[in-house]
């Protein structure tokens, strides 16, 4: 499916003093089986593009077409457009509810009306997925988790959904190494050579280099540039996004003329 992004505007809302100061300028295109990874500073426009991308947000001005579609003037196939993304935001509290992490997970496959049985084997699955004890963790309550903890039960819930399409904000943040490793073996593994999109903002580019395949660059509300990972410009990069040492290394071999250095 393709998605543009024709002409979208999105305004700061009044309550940030700055009234009609664009925090989203841009035109777009992309494919929901692409695997994209968003880089820029804080305040460039990241989060407010992936909420407008899934439908989270309404742009001022401008339009989302769907394969040359203009969904704002169908409510259906704005629905259906909506129901394409699974969303993972930034701070987890936005997303969990239930009393305990088993229900949690459960809540959107009941809404599904799943049969209970298949419920259960998805929760292990995706408990599993972020690397969460199924027996441990399925009635633990949602009050004692870890802040690390909130947000792999955040990334199961939107897992076992199994979208086409994966909307992540820092998925990474505030998760010790063993976590981190978790999630990029599912989103790296399981899910980049699967037919779903993936669209990842991550400051951590080790992490978004082992699971997209293009990064955008996006400053004052604009995407201004798009890479393939196999084609980047780490001097043009570095204004985005932290290079780890060990890429700068292997730059600097290349220059020397040492080739197929492992990361």
């Not at 820092?170 to 593994?189: C, Q």
Request: proline letters at 3%.
């Amino acid at each position: 499916m393709k998605i543009q992004l024709k002409d979208i505007q999105v305004l700061a809302e009044p309550a940030s003093g700055n009234a009609g100061k664009i925090r989203l300028d841009l035109s777009w295109e992309f494919s929901t089986e692409d695997k994209i990874g968003i880089v820029g500073l804080s305040g460039s426009g990241k989060t407010t593009l992936l909420q407008v991308i899934a439908g989270l947000i309404d742009p001022d001005s401008g339009m989302i077409l769907v394969d040359d579609r203009d969904i704002s003037k169908d409510k259906s196939a704005k629905n259906e457009y909506k129901n394409q993304f699974g969303v993972c935001f930034q701070f987890p509290e936005m997303q969990i509810f239930e009393p305990t992490v088993g229900d949690d997970i459960a809540f959107g496959l009941q809404n599904m009306k799943m049969d209970h049985q298949e419920i259960k084997q998805q929760i292990a699955n995706a408990l599993f997925d972020v690397g969460l004890v199924h027996n441990e963790f399925l009635m633990k309550s949602i009050r004692g988790l870890s802040q690390g903890e909130k947000r792999r039960v955040a990334m199961a819930g939107i897992l076992v959904m199994q979208k086409p399409v994966l909307l992540l904000d820092e998925p990474t943040s505030g998760l010790d190494a063993v976590g981190i490793k978790k999630i990029k073996e599912t989103l790296g593994v399981k899910l980049k050579s699967a037919n779903r999109g993936l669209m990842i903002i991550s400051h951590d580019l080790d992490f978004l280099l082992r699971t997209v395949d293009e990064l955008w660059l996006m400053e004052n509300g604009k995407i201004i540039e798009s890479m393939r990972c196999d084609e980047l410009d780490y001097h043009k990069l570095n204004r985005f996004i932290e290079i780890p040492r060990s890429y700068r290394l292997q730059q600097h071999l290349l220059k020397l003329g040492i080739q197929n250095t492992p990361l």
